[in-house]
C-alpha cells in the first residue's frame, strides 16, 4: 500500500537523515527504484512530473504501476508515490489518479499571492483526503520539465508564510539547480537555510537539484533541517553510461542483441546501484517503517 509522505518526512527531521526522491520514467525505472529501497530496508519516494506521466501514458498509469510493483515485489518499506513540480492544473489531475502526495509549485506564478492563495487551496483539499502537501518558495534553477529559473535564495519570510499555511514539507531555494552543475557554482547556502529554518521550525525542508552536490554539502544540509533530497539527473547519468558502455564493449552484439531485456539491463542495474549509494549517502538506510 502506498502511503503519504508526512510520517517517513517528519521521522527523518527529527532523525536527521534525508529521504531519497527519485523520479521514474517507466516501470523498468520503478522497478530498480524499488529494488534498491527494499535492499536497504529504506522508505523512498517515487516522484513524476507531468512530462514524465505524459510519456508513461497519464498520472494514472504511473500510479497503478507503482503501486502494482509494491505488491509484487513485497515491498516492505514506506513508499510514496508524488507529484513534482505540479502546475496548479496538475494537482487536480494527479490527485484523482490516486497520488499520495503532491507537489504545487508556485514558485512560478506571477505573484507570491497567488502562490499563497493556490497553496492554502490545495492543502485544504489534499488533507481531506489524508494526501502530503509540498510548496515551494524560490525558483530552483536550471530547467525540469520545459521549466526554466536562474535559482533563487528563498525569502525566509515567505517560507514562513507558506509554512503557516499548514504544507507538510517545504521546497526553497538556497542556490540548488536542476540537472548538472557547472563548474563555477557557487555551492548551497547554508546560512540561507539556517535562516529559513528559523522561520520555519520542524517543518521538513526539500533540496531539489540533489545531482551532483558533494556529498559533505549534502549531509550539512541534512543536519540543517533538509529532510527530502529529489534525484532525477543522476539516475538518468547512470543509466546512460552504463547502456553506452554496454554497447561499446561489443558484448550486446552478442546472441540476441534486439532483446530489450539484454540491451537494457545493465543500465537497469546502474540504477540501482547508483540509488543504493545515495540512500547510503542521505542516512536512510535502514530505517524501515518511518
Same mark, same amino acid.
Given at each position: 500500500m502506498l502511503v503519504n509522505a508526512t510520517a517517513? $518526512? #517528519?521521522?527523518?527531521? =527529527?532523525? /536527521?537523515?534525508?529521504?531519497?526522491?527519485? @523520479?521514474? @520514467?517507466? $516501470?523498468? *525505472?520503478?522497478? !530498480? +527504484?524499488? #529494488?534498491?529501497?527494499?535492499?536497504? #530496508? !529504506?522508505?523512498?519516494?517515487? #516522484?513524476?512530473?507531468?512530462?514524465?506521466? =505524459? *510519456?508513461?501514458?497519464?498520472? =494514472?498509469?504511473?500510479?497503478?504501476?507503482?503501486? %502494482?510493483?509494491?505488491?509484487?515485489?513485497?515491498?516492505?518499506?514506506?513508499? &510514496?508515490? /508524488?507529484?513534482? /513540480?505540479?502546475?496548479?492544473? %496538475?494537482?487536480?489531475?494527479?490527485?484523482?489518479?490516486?497520488?499520495?502526495?503532491i507537489m504545487y509549485d508556485g514558485s512560478h506564478e506571477p505573484t507570491f499571492d497567488l502562490n499563497l492563495e493556490r497553496t492554502a487551496e490545495i492543502v485544504k483539499l489534499c488533507h481531506s483526503k489524508g494526501i502530503s502537501v509540498e510548496a515551494e518558495v524560490g525558483? +530552483?534553477?536550471?530547467?525540469?520539465?520545459?521549466? &526554466? !529559473? @536562474?535559482?533563487?535564495?528563498?525569502?525566509?519570510?515567505?517560507?514562513?508564510?507558506?509554512?503557516?499555511?499548514?504544507?507538510?514539507?517545504?521546497?526553497?531555494?538556497?542556490? @540548488? +539547480?536542476?540537472?548538472?552543475?557547472?563548474?563555477? *557554482? &557557487?555551492? $548551497?547556502?547554508?546560512?540561507?537555510?539556517?535562516?529559513? =529554518?528559523?522561520k520555519t521550525g520542524d517543518l521538513p525542508l526539500v533540496l531539489h537539484g540533489g545531482t551532483g552536490i558533494p556529498t559533505a554539502m549534502v549531509q550539512e544540509a541534512i543536519d540543517n533541517g533538509i529532510a527530502k533530497i529529489n534525484v532525477n539527473t543522476d539516475l538518468q547519468v547512470a543509466m546512460a553510461k552504463a547502456t553506452w558502455a554496454f554497447v561499446e564493449s561489443g558484448e550486446a552484439k552478442k546472441g540476441k542483441n534486439y532483446d530489450p531485456r539484454k540491451l537494457l539491463k545493465p543500465g537497469f542495474d546502474a540504477i540501482v546501484a547508483r540509488a543504493k549509494e545515495l540512500i547510503v549517502d542521505f542516512g536512510s538506510d535502514g530505517k524501515g517503517w518511518a
Open positions: 517517513m $518526512l #517528519q521521522a527523518a527531521v =527529527k532523525g /536527521h537523515y534525508g529521504i531519497a526522491a527519485f @523520479n521514474t @520514467n517507466d $516501470l523498468e *525505472w520503478t522497478r !530498480s +527504484i524499488l #529494488q534498491a529501497a527494499e535492499e536497504l #530496508q !529504506s522508505p523512498v519516494i517515487i #516522484q513524476c512530473t507531468a512530462g514524465a506521466a =505524459k *510519456w508513461q501514458m497519464g498520472f =494514472k498509469v504511473v500510479k497503478d504501476v507503482v503501486e %502494482d510493483l509494491v505488491d509484487y515485489m513485497n515491498i516492505t518499506v514506506p513508499v &510514496a508515490m /508524488h507529484l513534482d /513540480h505540479g502546475s496548479y492544473e %496538475d494537482c487536480f489531475k494527479a490527485i484523482d489518479a490516486g497520488f499520495t502526495s525558483g +530552483i534553477g536550471g530547467v525540469e520539465d520545459g521549466v &526554466a !529559473s @536562474n535559482g533563487e535564495l528563498a525569502d525566509p519570510d515567505e517560507c514562513k508564510a507558506i509554512a503557516d499555511l499548514g504544507v507538510d514539507f517545504l521546497a526553497c531555494g538556497i542556490g @540548488n +539547480i536542476h540537472g548538472l552543475y557547472p563548474e563555477d *557554482w &557557487a555551492g $548551497l547556502s547554508m546560512d540561507r537555510l539556517a535562516e529559513i =529554518k528559523a
